[in-house]
């Protein structure tokens, strides 16, 4: 049985531009022209996808599911954007963020509408329910060090349509992300502490406190670059968008496109996110 709003009290955040090249496949690089980074591979911003708060207006709406994307009504390039989601506990002190200490992974479709006039990222993440998705099947996460458990894995994706199955992601491994490990949760910590109002990205600070700080986050760590056909295909109803977290160690890139071709994948080491576009 399907467990709807199993992260209802969880903050949701996402990370933009940790991989190299997506930004600029996605059209979004001009959004970032002004935001200021450390070195060129830096991310961009900390976003917000859900905020459990009844002030935090459209975000407020709970928008995961681990079977369905149901399209807003006034767009016609909505991507899968396949990615790994890490859910943290936090930790407080003085209403600041000290410390995230992960718990899980799980395969994530940061599903977007691209919308070159958006003023701010968010607004092309969340248009209500069953608009992103998340897995059910997470993988146990000891630490996010390096040698850690999600090391070993890889991110594919795939667009099935009419019987038709092509990769839509290039096939990546997680520690292909720009930033990774240590470095990776201190900018994330950085960021929900300190982001600032400007451009593209909001003030994380605000959001936490309205949403009582809560106890834990699910952060999607930045989508992988697309294959030429994931970069100019778009979602219709009646599509399925696929996402596979595998274990790099135990199964093959092809074995995967196999194991997606027959929608009949193996339950270890893997972590599957299948959708229908309604």
């Not at 450390?38 to 459990?52: C, G, R, T």
Request: some cysteine; hydrophobic content about 35%; aromatic content about 12%.
């Amino acid at each position: 049985m399907k467990r709807r709003n199993m992260f209802k009290d969880v903050i949701g955040f996402g990370v933009a531009g940790n991989f190299a090249g997506h930004l600029e496949q996605a059209g979004e690089a001009t959004d970032f022209l002004n935001v200021k980074v450390e070195n060129n591979i830096q991310p961009k911003a900390l976003f917000p996808f859900y905020v459990p708060s009844q002030h935090a207006g459209f975000l407020s709406q709970y928008p995961l599911s681990s079977d369905t994307i149901i399209p807003p009504n006034d767009a016609d390039n909505l991507q899968i954007e396949p990615e790994v989601a890490i859910v943290f506990d936090i930790s407080y002190q003085d209403n600041k963020v000290v410390a995230l200490t992960p718990v899980k992974f799980a395969a994530y479709n940061d599903c977007s509408i691209r919308k070159p006039n958006a003023k701010k990222i968010s607004e092309k993440k969340n248009w209500g329910a069953e608009t992103k998705g998340i897995s059910q099947d997470f993988i146990k996460l000891s630490s996010f060090t390096k040698g850690c458990e999600l090391d070993k894995y890889r991110i594919a994706s795939f667009h099935m349509r009419n019987g038709e199955l092509n990769r839509y992601g290039e096939d990546s491994a997680a520690i292909d992300y720009s930033y990774f490990h240590e470095q990776l949760n201190d900018w994330i910590i950085d960021k929900m502490n300190n982001q600032k109002d400007e451009g593209p990205a909001e003030n994380l600070s605000i959001y936490l406190a309205n949403a009582s700080y809560p106890k834990q986050a699910i952060i999607s760590i930045g989508a992988t670059r697309y294959t030429p056909y994931g970069e100019t295909n778009f979602l219709k109803s009646g599509d399925q968008s696929i996402v596979v977290v595998y274990d790099g160690d135990k199964y093959t890139s092809d074995e995967i496109e196999t194991m997606a071709k027959m929608n009949s994948f193996e339950k270890s080491g893997i972590s599957l996110l299948s959708q229908q576009v309604i």
